[in-house]
């Protein structure tokens, strides 16, 4: 388990965009490191199942990592597996667990992996969420010699991944490292990605704060159920957390007009984010224009070169 302290941050803050690009280093080598994996074995495991809780920068980084392998010459097929969502109208009504496998169209998703890795031209759906059913399609062309990348929160879920499990690299994504405060306080990394949800959904979602807070504990409630029992199928862990990125998520969070309102102590504290809070107003916020428009962060905070 990783730790860093806020007056480690704060001191390396004074170096603001040598700090920015230090971190961005670390963690491109953590890119190139799996994308050495993945090629190792790419002749007996074409497929990328890469997973992780929501606001782990699982989707930033199946596209990093699909960047870095065509800079390399290697043909990439990158699906979601948010595409392949059952239409509310075809979901058994004994499901009610949105955060439930059984929500995904299972069969579609393998099949549309296998037809890629055989070279054929597939039609992926799009998932429209605002009316939850199909969206469209969008023709996708396969290749022998690609690498197949899928990412989602049920990719190393059995349903899933027993599917694809001797063609398939495991990836887990996620913040690992915990950040203590000045008075000795953990806060865990499940902290750390609800404050990534708060700037993201408010932002790009019209959530409200508190209703980002509220969501939290279903999310998490999935993750304990159907995400965390199958790490162990992942032979590749990439902690996403960015050491500056407390300060980034600070000065965002700050600067949400109704942050105050909304965030207030006993609420805070009713919702077990006392110590986020912490940390939110105990660093320096940043304000450089260095961190890379395909940096995890800019999920979240916004500007990124990648469309989510």
């Not at 915990?178 to 953990?186: L, M, N, P, S």
């Not at 600070?250 to 965030?263: G, K, S, T, V």
Request: proline share 5%.
């Amino acid at each position: 388990m990783r730790v860093i302290d806020m007056e480690n941050i704060n001191y390396a803050m004074r170096s603001e965009t040598q700090f920015v690009l230090r971190c961005e280093e670390v963690f491109h080598d953590k890119i190139s490191s799996a994308a050495g994996a993945i090629l190792s074995s790419l002749h007996d495991r074409p497929f990328v199942a890469l997973t992780g809780p929501s606001g782990s920068g699982k989707t930033t980084t199946a596209m990093r990592l699909k960047d870095y392998l065509e800079k390399l010459g290697v043909k990439v097929c990158l699906i979601s597996m948010d595409n392949f969502f059952l239409p509310l109208d075809e979901r058994s009504p004994e499901i009610t667990d949105w955060e439930s496998p059984y929500c995904v169209n299972v069969d579609l998703l393998v099949s549309c992996l296998t037809r890629l890795a055989d070279g054929q031209e597939v039609e992926i759906p799009r998932y429209d969420f605002k009316t939850g059913g199909n969206g469209g399609y969008v023709t996708m062309q396969g290749d022998r010699q690609a690498v197949i990348i899928a990412e989602g929160i049920h990719m190393l879920n059995p349903l899933i991944f027993d599917k694809i499990r001797g063609a398939a690299t495991g990836i887990y994504v996620a913040p690992r490292t915990r950040i203590i405060t000045d008075d000795d306080k953990i806060v865990r990394p499940e902290q750390l990605r609800v404050a990534r949800r708060l700037i993201r959904d408010y932002n790009t979602r019209g959530h409200s704060l508190r209703d980002t807070v509220k969501r939290a504990h279903s999310v998490n409630q999935g993750e304990i159920n159907y995400i965390m029992p199958y790490k162990d199928n992942a032979s590749i862990h990439i902690d996403t957390f960015h050491d500056y990125e407390p300060c980034i998520l600070a000065r965002y969070l700050i600067e949400i007009p109704c942050f105050r309102e909304e965030l207030t102590d006993e609420f805070l504290e009713e919702n077990g984010l006392t110590d986020l809070m912490k940390v939110v107003r105990g660093v320096a916020p940043l304000h450089t224009p260095y961190v890379p428009r395909d940096s995890i962060v800019r999920e979240f905070v916004g500007g990124s070169c990648y469309e989510y």
